[in-house]
């Protein structure tokens, strides 16, 4: 058998991150996220399609607070850099609005419209754009957290080490793209080695901001050791950044901890907003 990368020969590399062939329950959990977003832009105060870039995609959506002057939390959809929308997501604000603090929902371009330097690149740009602007423009404080599911954990661990932002949160993100460039996942990506190592951030400097780095612990093997292996880097390094494996939660049902106020991610990003 011909190995691709580790242990792994074509078919089983693709199969480990394959997270849609192990959700049967998918179009079900995505119908019920969507009618939660909509619910969500109809009752709360949004400023919607704030462009941070002239690119048709290159808007975010900003969720206010009750109250003037609070922490903001930066959320970037996953998606495998090339599926998904800002819109159906929103329903993850849901659980730091009740903790009385600003949400913005970032959308970015999608391959192979774009390259993966180039939305690595869009996402920088909208944290730029945002940073300067939540105390001056959108009545927030200057407490910004990033977070992120899946590719936009990725994103979200690529931003961190951006200025601007105070800490990070990224879900089930990925943070070596060699086992992704070697996948049918690169198919409208088509990230070369150099690419592929350059936006990684197990092989960049890291962030020396508080980072918490959550998986679920029925996730798929790959997610989870990526994550892991972040989060031990982080910690050789003596960042400030600490693991969390959430019990019984896959790749999909873990946004719920988000999404809920009790949840525990919510709580933790509660907990980075207030640092």
Do not use: C
Request: proline share 7%; no cysteine.
């Amino acid at each position: 058998m011909n190995k691709v990368y580790r242990d792994f020969s074509q078919a089983e590399l693709d199969a480990a991150y394959n997270n849609r062939a192990v959700e049967p329950r998918l179009g079900p959990i995505k119908e019920d996220w969507e009618r939660r977003s909509l619910a969500l832009y109809a009752s709360a105060r949004v400023s919607r399609d704030l462009a941070y870039s002239s690119g048709p995609r290159q808007r975010l959506d900003f969720f206010h607070a009750k109250t003037p002057g609070r922490p903001t939390l930066a959320f970037i959809h996953g998606g495998y850099w090339q599926w998904n929308e800002k819109e159906p997501h929103a329903f993850v604000a849901e659980g730091m609005l009740a903790h009385d603090v600003n949400v913005a929902l970032v959308e970015y371009t999608l391959a192979p419209q774009a390259t993966m330097s180039q939305i690595v690149a869009e996402i920088a740009a909208a944290v730029a754009w945002l940073a300067p602007r939540l105390r001056a423009e959108l009545g927030a404080g200057q407490a910004f957290v990033v977070s992120g599911h899946s590719a936009g954990g990725h994103l979200t661990a690529m931003a961190a080490r951006l200025p601007g932002v105070t800490a990070a949160m990224p879900i089930s993100g990925l943070f070596d793209l060699e086992p992704i460039r070697l996948s049918f996942l690169n198919q409208p990506l088509a990230m070369d080695y150099a690419e592929a190592g350059a936006n990684s951030p197990m092989h960049l400097s890291l962030p020396g901001i508080p980072v918490t780095v959550a998986v679920g612990a029925a996730e798929l093997p790959e997610l989870v050791r990526q994550s892991q292996e972040y989060a031990a880097a982080l910690k050789k390094a003596g960042r400030p950044a600490q693991a969390l494996l959430l019990p019984g939660d896959n790749h999909f049902s873990i946004l719920e901890q988000l999404a809920r106020p009790d949840g525990a991610l919510a709580r933790e990003a509660l907990r980075l907003a207030l640092l």
